[in-house]
């Protein structure tokens, strides 16, 4: 059965440092997907980015990174210099092909601090 | 500009009775999902479709249902409101397999006194 895993429930930082959110994730499919959501203090959940299982390439959106290592099934959201408004709890969520199902961890809560 | 919108925002209901929170996307959206977010377990998933006349149970069905009548809709009903069922609930919509992101309704919080 599929699975992710959020370590981390809190973090805390202070402004401009680097944090990384860990994700690992269970699946017996060969083809899956990956995706990272940001739920701000104003409830909604936003759309960061999505990986499919056959692309291990790491990705870089601004200050938003993404390391996908299949060898050990983790999929990490680093932040780099973070600011007050990345403050938010952070979601990983996997998807089978098979069944389409999207399964969310628990969340990370993530405090910058000013 | 296609969305996916959820009725009511808030609502307080008294335990025993039955509650149809609404679901309306316009993505024409083949899978549709509901999810109940509580403290410390993150997003469950209650119930999902893969398109008209079909729904699946998640891990957190019991007490809830769901009907799949046209693309667009997803009522999720409490049939008999408990406390226990007192949570913030999120739909979701997204291309089938896999293909693309869900897209989320701004949630419902439902409160049962």
């Known amino acids: 059965a599929q699975k992710v895993t959020q370590a981390q429930t809190e973090i805390s930082v202070v402004e401009k440092e680097d944090v990384t959110l860990d994700c690992v994730y269970e699946t017996r499919d060969t083809t899956y997907y990956l995706f990272w959501y940001k739920q701000p203090p104003s409830g909604e959940l936003v759309f960061l980015i999505r990986?499919?299982?056959?692309?291990?390439q790491n990705e870089i959106s601004g200050r938003y990174s993404w390391n996908f290592q299949k060898s050990t099934s983790s999929f990490n959201f680093t932040i780099t210099a973070s600011q007050v408004v990345d403050s938010a709890v952070y979601f990983c969520?996997?998807?089978?092909?098979?069944?389409?199902?999207?399964?969310f961890g628990k969340g990370t809560r993530l405090h910058i601090l000013p | 500009d296609a969305e996916i919108t959820q009725s009511p925002r808030h609502k307080i209901t008294e335990t025993g009775r039955q509650v149809t929170l609404a679901c309306h996307q316009t993505w024409n959206h083949n899978n549709m999902f509901w999810y109940r977010q509580d403290l410390g377990h993150g997003l469950r998933l209650i119930h999902y479709?893969?398109?008209?006349?079909?729904?699946n149970k998640g891990e957190v069905s019991d007490g809830y249902s769901v009907s799949r009548s046209n693309t667009e809709d997803l009522p999720l009903t409490l049939e008999s409101a408990a406390s226990s069922q007192t949570s913030v609930y999120f739909c979701?919509?997204?291309?089938?397999?896999?293909?693309?992101?869900?897209?989320f309704g701004q949630g419902t919080r439902l409160t049962v006194v």
């Open positions: 990986r499919n299982s056959f692309d291990e």
């Open positions: 479709s893969y398109g008209v006349q079909d729904t």
């Open positions: 979701a919509s997204s291309e089938s397999r896999g293909q693309g992101k869900a897209f």
């Open positions: 969520a996997l998807s089978e092909r098979r069944d389409d199902k999207i399964i």
